[in-house]
């Protein structure tokens, strides 16, 4: 069983900048993709920026150029770096990781609400 737990959501004015964390209880990494997705209000949870157990990155079109995923493997923790953040970018920031090998191993932390507002 994975835990992942979720920190560093806030409030932010528009154009700030906040760095979500999520810390996993093993070291999972090396095996795990690891995954940001977000759910606003009234829609649908949405994917935003992935990285997987080879260190590649994606990004959902409104996360590219704005936001960073990266992995500390020292601290078992992925961290989602938000610059230029919008209004629209205000939701509940959840972390995911998925074993790729075999995708019963699927585990999401709590989230950690995000708001951007002046």
């Known amino acids: 069983q994975v835990q992942l737990v979720e920190s560093g959501g806030g409030l932010v004015q528009p154009g700030g900048s906040l760095r979500l964390s999520c810390a996993a209880s093993?070291?999972?990494?090396?095996?795990?993709?690891i995954a940001w997705y977000r759910q606003a209000p009234g829609k649908q949870r949405e994917l935003v920026a992935t990285i997987t157990s080879r260190d590649t990155t994606d990004y959902a079109d409104s996360a590219k150029g704005r936001f960073t995923i990266s992995k500390d493997y020292a601290k078992n923790t992925v961290y989602l770096q938000m610059d230029s953040l919008k209004p629209e970018d205000t939701a509940v920031y959840y972390c995911?990781?998925?074993?790729?090998?075999?995708?019963?191993?699927?585990?999401w932390g709590q989230g950690t609400q995000v708001t951007v507002s002046s």
């Open positions: 093993g070291s999972i990494f090396r095996l795990f993709t």
């Open positions: 995911n990781a998925v074993w790729p090998a075999n995708s019963e191993h699927n585990y």
